[in-house]
């Protein structure tokens, strides 16, 4: 015998497969959705526990600013109080600066050259003087700079020649110079003994410095073979260098 199904089985089997698919498709977004709230509430404990952190870093960083702030003004105190020893210390050294001046100047001084004047302004030095030849005034740069660690920096600002009348027929000839030198202090001048023993130039460096102050001195030098007699200071340069220093005026 022979049996026809006659039901709509196709259209039962697709409603079965649809119930089935949505029926696994609201438990994918249940679970989809079960991860997502795990993964968040996972996410805002460890933001949380960030936030925590840096709450924590912040009031460590405050607290070290706080401290830094107070090592900087104990280092601004420490540096003042250095400076004002310091200060003290040049001075304590500096009493001695007249003394030092007046017998490194003596000890510089080539024979022929007399110091008319001397002023002072601070490490500042300014003196004016007569010297028997130009070349006189040259070994007196050349000594002031190179053997001498108390002085620096010499400069020769004018120099002009002049004569000095001994009587009616005795008339000689003389240089009148101005000079600005620098006055080391104590400490310094310690540190360029102490640094090495003074340097002595190449013969090219000399010959160039040389020629240098042999420049502008050539305008009052005497003729070619001409010689200068040795010359006695007039009577008010041998009273200024009879008496045991030059008259020195120091600003304050």
Do not use: C
Not at 52 to 74: M, P, S, V
Not at 162 to 174: A, E, K, L, N, Q
């Amino acid at each position: 015998m022979i049996l026809i199904n006659l039901l709509p089985h196709r259209e039962i089997a697709r409603k079965r497969r649809k119930d089935l698919f949505n029926v696994g498709l609201g438990v994918s977004a249940m679970t989809g959705g079960l991860i997502a709230g795990m993964v968040f509430v996972m996410f805002q404990a460890q933001i949380s526990a960030q936030q925590d952190k840096n709450r924590i870093l912040d009031g460590e960083i405050k607290k070290f600013n706080k401290q830094i702030g107070e090592i900087a003004t104990l280092e601004s105190e420490i540096a003042g109080l250095r400076a004002r020893q310091q200060a003290v210390e040049d001075l304590q050294a500096d009493r001695n600066l007249p003394v030092h001046l007046l017998s490194e100047l003596v000890k510089q001084l080539p024979e022929g050259v007399y110091i008319n004047s001397l002023r002072q302004d601070g490490q500042n030095l300014a003196f004016q003087g007569v010297a028997q030849s130009n070349e006189r005034v040259s070994d007196l740069l050349r000594s002031l700079n190179n053997h001498s660690p108390w002085f620096s920096h010499p400069e020769l600002v004018e120099i002009v020649g002049g004569s000095v009348t001994f009587g009616p027929r005795d008339i000689r000839r003389v240089s009148n110079f101005s000079i600005k030198v620098k006055l080391l202090r104590a400490s310094e001048a310690a540190k360029v003994a102490s640094s090495a023993v003074i340097k002595t130039s190449s013969p090219a460096a000399v010959n160039l410095r040389a020629a240098a102050l042999a420049a502008p001195l050539a305008v009052s030098a005497p003729a070619p073979g001409a010689k200068l007699p040795l010359i006695t200071p007039p009577a008010s340069i041998a009273a200024a260098t009879a008496r045991p220093a030059p008259s020195v005026s120091m600003a304050p």
